[in-house]
């Protein structure tokens, strides 16, 4: 029998909680080769803040992980610990993609690694049209008919962004800007997707198709990690979530097993 979701109680034993939610996944794989992102005791902080305080997670070929936890626990800082786009400030630990570290790439070379990051407020080019959007989220492309095959591939799963081609994103609605930042940052063909908070800011109406792009995405077989405040779209769509607190994983497990424990339902689910 195994414990399905697995309290983390000291920033010294992330490697129990990392075994249990190994044992815990919803996705088989064989581990380390299925692993495509593991993170080590990742500490960062800011001057005198810590905000992450070692932490241990992994996000394995196939997945849909959520990180979910309250405002300020460090998940956006976690993420730009991925992606190098933290500002000057002291960061250690090991985080390694796809077995290799990731420490001092610049973006187009995550690009090239096929790791792409939608930040929190979305970062679209707002001058430019949504079709020149998603160009350029295949700058790194040569074959020019792929290019346009994977515009057509989605603006079948963002139906609503084609309409609006030509538009320019800086006139477009929070929903659909969230919408095409997914959109472009998946023009790169990414094996990774890092979203911030996707449903931050949007109608209930533009969350559920957030969620339903995700999940359609996630079914394509791209491995997701998704940092969410919404947590119960977030463990109803993902594999496997971590709760992170003040800098630390408090909770770890397979997500239907997270939207079943009494501890989640009253911290996060409203319960
Ligand atoms: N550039 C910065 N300089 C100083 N402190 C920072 C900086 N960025 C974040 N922090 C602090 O680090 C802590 C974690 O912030 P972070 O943005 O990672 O939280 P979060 O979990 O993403 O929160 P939210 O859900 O509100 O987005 C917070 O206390 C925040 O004030
Ligand atoms: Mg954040």
């Known amino acids: 029998m195994t414990t399905l979701v697995s309290p983390v109680n000291s920033p010294a034993s992330p490697g129990a909680a990392n075994a249990a939610a190994a044992a815990a996944a919803a996705v088989p794989t064989d581990a380390p ?7 080590q005791d990742l500490r960062v902080a ?18 849909l992980v959520t990180l979910i936890g309250a405002n300020g626990a460090g998940k956006t800082t976690t993420l730009k610990a991925i992606t190098g786009t933290l500002p000057n400030c002291r960061v250690e630990g090991r985080i390694e993609y796809l077995g290799q570290p990731l420490h001092g790439l610049k973006s187009f070379q995550l690009l090239e690694r096929k790791l792409a990051m939608v930040p929190e407020g979305r970062g679209v080019f707002t001058r430019m049209s949504i079709h020149e959007n998603l160009l350029m989220g295949a700058y790194t492309a040569t074959d020019k008919r792929q290019v346009a095959e994977d515009v057509a591939r ?5 139906p609503r962004l084609k309409e ?3 538009q320019m994103a800086g006139t477009l609605s929070g929903g659909e800007q969230q919408m ?13 997707l890092l979203l911030d908070e996707p449903s931050m800011g949007l109608s209930p109406i533009m969350v559920e198709k957030i969620f339903e792009v995700i999940r359609n995405v996630s079914a394509q077989g791209i491995t997701i990690l998704l940092v969410e405040q919404n947590a119960r779209l977030a463990l109803q769509a993902a594999h ?3 709760v992170m607190e003040s800098g630390l994983v ?3 497990g397979e997500a239907g097993a997270m939207l079943d ?3 989640v339902r009253s911290a996060y689910l409203g319960e």
Do not use: C, N
């Open 250 to 252: 408090t909770m770890t």
């Open 240 to 242: 496997r979530g971590y």
């Open 33 to 39: 080769a299925g692993r495509v992102l593991s993170i």
């Open 164 to 166: 609006r081609a030509s």
């Open 46 to 63: 800011y001057g005198g803040i810590q905000a992450v305080k070692g932490i241990s997670l992994d996000v394995r070929k196939g997945e």
């Open 180 to 192: 095409l930042a997914m959109a472009r940052a998946l023009m790169s063909h990414p094996t990774l």
């Open 154 to 158: 989605w603006f079948e799963v963002f």
């Open 261 to 263: 424990d009494p501890r």
